[in-house]
């Protein structure tokens, strides 16, 4: 008997520990990525094509492992240029965040301008697509007993509109977008309800050194604002050795810092690694954070490059 009320005790306390958490990340509205790098077009439409081939990568993220309720998301992007100026792509994303499921499904298009003789780019991108909502009232813990008489909501479509800049030469980008500036439903696992959307603002950048003919340094940045709440980095710093190996660290504010891990096995399949560590009071009651990729390009000799972009 004690055994069982010192379980329930543990329970109870990690739930606690969970709304503390999301309450950090000011309910996590939007799902998050450590390898925000090699997923860039979920971040930010303008990204779509760039890379002047066919792409698909898929990702999968378990976050906080071990903690009940805890978010997990796995991804699908799928992107490629046409014509000459402009890049096409599809992104299908699935997240699960305690008795919530959502579904994002959003078509992406950029249009790209030629800013100077050096072949510097302005891309500006649009998606538009919707997400379905399900909450299930009776999975997980509650504090307020009310919600458990709640109608569930099952596979509600609510649309979804977003836009992008992204800005890139051959070895450094900016770029600023928002996902959704529709105010949709959402569910706020601090509130146990379901309430409205608030605005974001993500911003990425970086630069790529060319240390020598087989080391690259690439320094990055994925800045998130959320509307009433402070803002959230993030800081990577990852080597590039011999084309093929991806070596890195990432710290987020006041969250936590991770080790990156990539290899690119062949020209087509690139696959990549990461762990979070939480560097706050949460990290005793999870194992952290797991994310990996696997990304394929459809690469021909009349798209192949000599030196792979690093971005």
Not at 179 to 203: C, T
Not at 235 to 262: H, I, K, Q, T
Request: hydrophobic letters at 35%; aromatic letters at 16%.
């Amino acid at each position: 008997m004690k055994i069982a009320k010192q379980h329930i005790v543990k329970k109870v306390g990690c739930i606690g520990f969970l709304f503390w958490g999301l309450g950090l990340t000011f309910g996590q509205q939007e799902p998050q990525y450590t390898q925000y790098n090699y997923n860039t077009m979920t971040i930010n439409p303008a990204y779509t094509g760039s890379r002047g081939h066919f792409a698909a990568i898929s990702l999968y993220r378990s976050q906080w492992v071990g903690l009940e309720g805890s978010p997990k998301t796995i991804s699908l992007g799928l992107d490629s240029p046409f014509d000459k100026f402009d890049g096409v792509g599809l992104s299908i994303v699935q997240d699960q965040l305690g008795p919530s499921s959502e579904t994002f499904i959003d078509f992406n298009y950029a249009r790209n301008i030629i800013l100077n003789r050096k072949g510097h780019k302005l891309a500006l991108g649009v998606k538009a697509g919707g997400r379905f909502l399900s909450v299930d009232w009776s999975k997980g813990r509650h504090r307020d007993p009310d919600v458990l008489f709640n109608e569930n909501i099952n596979s509600e479509f609510l649309p979804t509109i977003g836009a992008g800049m992204f800005y890139y030469t051959d070895n450094a980008y900016l770029g600023i977008s928002t996902p959704n500036i529709l105010y949709n439903k959402r569910y706020d696992v601090i509130s146990e309800s379901v309430g409205k959307d608030r605005m974001h603002l993500y911003f990425i950048g970086g630069y790529v050194f060319n240390m020598n003919h087989s080391l690259k340094f690439k320094p990055s940045t994925f800045v998130k604002y959320v509307e009433g709440a402070p803002l959230i980095a993030d800081v990577s710093l990852n080597f590039l050795l011999y084309e093929r190996l991806n070596l890195g660290v990432n710290y987020r504010w006041d969250d936590s810092v991770g080790a990156l891990f990539g290899f690119q096995i062949n020209p087509q399949f690139n696959i990549g690694y990461a762990y979070d560590y939480n560097t706050n009071e949460l990290n005793a009651y999870n194992s952290g954070t797991h994310e990996i990729f696997i990304r394929y390009q459809l690469i021909s000799k009349l798209t192949k490059i000599k030196s792979p972009r690093f971005f």
